[in-house]
């Protein structure tokens, strides 16, 4: 018992370390954003001695913010929304199939994606979607989903593998094409590893910086939040309080959507291991 009571303070202490430094950032960056020029110089770490909203309503006016939102906006969900599509089909395909060598070499050819570092293809991926024309925002969805489906294959796969090809087989039997079994029967149970893989790739467009400055830095109309904040920070970079309101205001959709979310995360991944 005694061991059991050490063990569990000692996780307690991790755990609260842990939460110090994941709070402590947010804490600097919404405590300067609420204050005045005056405030901060006077005290960096202190609370601010008032709601003082001046910095947040000089960002949204002064940078046009809400055409970079947009911009995220239009590129995450459009991306997304061809994730839910594409990633679950193929994977439903390559998970039935998986003893012919057709379906096999596919299935090894894009989880061989995973082992490529993105610095290795950054160059070719420039100059191919440039002879496309497509250094625009479709130009990035395309690259987002291309990009996704290593991760988006192998985690739907293996969740699939686990469900019994006997539902195909009884859904064919009452007459149902594949189609039908896949639409109606196969993507339902498939809806926990979805909102997974839907919520972690919807983290990673949203905060992503190196592939937009890569296809959408020719012209700063296409600029998503990233791109913006980088800017932004570099033309402010003498006034912290307008800096950080813009930090702010640009995380707090993608944190609402984790709060309301995160429990999917480890649900999904659960259910995948142990269905």
Not at 87 to 105: E, G
Not at 242 to 248: E, H, N, S, V
Request: glycine share 6%; with cysteine; charged share 10%.
């Amino acid at each position: 018992m005694r061991i059991s009571g050490i063990s569990r303070t000692v996780s307690y202490l991790v755990l609260a370390v842990g939460m110090c430094l994941v709070l402590a950032p947010m804490y600097l960056t919404l405590t300067i954003a609420m204050k005045t020029p005056a405030e901060t110089a006077k005290n960096f770490f202190a609370l601010p001695s008032g709601f003082y909203m001046g910095n947040f309503i000089e960002v949204i006016q002064k940078a046009n913010f809400f055409k970079f939102l947009g911009n995220s906006v239009y590129v995450t969900v459009v991306s997304i929304l061809l994730m839910l599509l594409l990633i679950p089909m193929v994977s439903y395909a390559i998970s039935r199939n998986f003893s012919k060598r057709y379906y096999k070499l596919l299935y090894l050819l894009v989880m061989s994606g995973i082992f490529v570092p993105f610095q290795a293809v950054m160059l070719p991926i420039y100059r191919h979607m440039s002879n496309l024309k497509m250094l625009d925002q479709n130009g990035l969805i395309v690259m987002y989903v291309t990009l996704a489906f290593a991760q988006g294959l192998f985690l739907c796969v293996g969740f699939l593998k686990n469900i019994p090809m006997e539902l195909d087989e009884a859904s064919k039997i009452d007459g149902s094409g594949v189609w039908t079994t896949f639409t109606r029967i196969i993507y339902p149970l498939m809806l926990p590893i979805i909102a997974t893989v839907i919520i972690l790739n919807s983290l990673w467009i949203w905060n992503d910086f190196q592939l937009p400055l890569i296809i959408l830095n020719r012209h700063p109309d296409f600029w998503t939040l990233p791109l913006f904040i980088y800017n932004f920070k570099s033309e402010y970079s003498s006034n912290f309080n307008l800096a950080f309101a813009g930090f702010f205001i640009s995380m707090l959709p993608i944190i609402i959507l984790y709060g309301f979310t995160q429990k999917y995360i480890i649900g999904g991944l659960t259910e995948g291991a142990l269905k």
